[in-house]
């Protein structure tokens, strides 16, 4: 513990700090140098003052967001360093500068609207005018304030994939219903860990899936997987069940919008 620092000398970094120490055998060291924070703590100093020294933050300017903030450290090595510039929050953090976190109580997030790892929300009790705004929020920051990332769909074994079916996992399948799908090879996945709903259901209702064979949903819609829906055909039957669903959706979807349109003249004379 020979070790003498000077911690308001400026250096060139927060890894960095100006000392000496008078017994060591070295004459360099016994002179005042900079000195690397990591060789101070192998020697038992506290070096907790070396970081957050010498930070000034603008926590009120309008242009601040949860990950930046308008800062300066006047006492920097570093002409930059010393005007006021945006710094992120999480380099001040470990700089030990205390940032302030935002309660998890004043997020609204809407959960129906998402874009990848992002999600639709604001923070009304925010310093940063944009943050208060509905934007979109990185899942590592909704985690940062204390909210947990909710799945798309819940963990239950049973979810609709991207291309619209419904896939199952063996948490939401039977004794027998895995038996079944491992019968017929129905598990996919490299991990062959999860199933088709409508190609169980088929199985189970004809007992296997012919070569060259799909399963049709009779009315076009890929979630409906009760029995009575599912039929077995081809390809190109397969084809026209969806776009038979897709021209009688349009056909609907035009007479409704006809039928307001109607509507809204009448209400108007």
């Not at 310093?127 to 899942?139: P, T």
């Not at 074994?157 to 896939?167: I, L, P």
């Not at 199952?168 to 491992?182: F, H, K, P, Q, Y």
């Not at 076009?220 to 959706?249: I, S, W, Y």
Request: hydrophobic share 35%; charged share 30%.
């Amino acid at each position: 513990m020979s070790w003498e620092v000077d911690w308001e000398h400026p250096t060139r970094g927060s890894e960095w700090a100006w000392a000496r120490n008078p017994t060591s055998k070295c004459r360099a060291s016994r002179e005042w140098h900079e000195t690397g924070v990591h060789s101070l703590r192998r020697a038992g100093i506290d070096t907790r003052r070396c970081t957050g020294h010498g930070w000034e933050v603008d926590w009120t300017h309008p242009k601040n967001t949860g990950s930046k903030v308008w800062a300066r450290n006047p006492r920097s090595p570093r002409s930059s360093a010393r005007l006021w510039h945006w710094v992120m929050t999480g380099w001040l953090r470990t700089q030990g500068v205390s940032t302030p976190t935002f309660r998890a109580d004043s997020w609204e997030v809407d959960w129906t609207r998402r874009r990848g790892k992002q999600v639709w929300a604001r923070n009304l009790l925010s310093k940063g005018a944009s943050a208060r705004a509905w934007h979109w929020v990185d899942y590592r920051q909704m985690q940062r304030s204390g909210i947990r990332w909710r799945p798309k769909s819940p963990r239950n074994g049973r979810w609709v994939s991207s291309s619209g079916y419904v896939m199952l996992s063996r948490v939401a399948m039977t004794a027998e219903d895995i038996a079944v799908a491992e019968t017929h090879g129905l598990f996919k996945g490299r991990d062959r860990t999860t199933v088709w709903e409508h190609q169980l259901v088929a199985v189970k209702k004809y007992g296997a899936i012919g070569p060259g064979r799909v399963v049709r949903h009779l009315n076009g819609v890929k979630t409906d997987n009760c029995p009575e829906n599912l039929l077995l055909g081809t390809t190109q039957e397969n084809t026209l069940d969806h776009d038979t669903a897709r021209r009688m959706l349009m056909y609907w979807r035009e007479r409704c919008e006809r039928a307001e349109g109607e509507l809204a003249r009448l209400q108007r004379a």
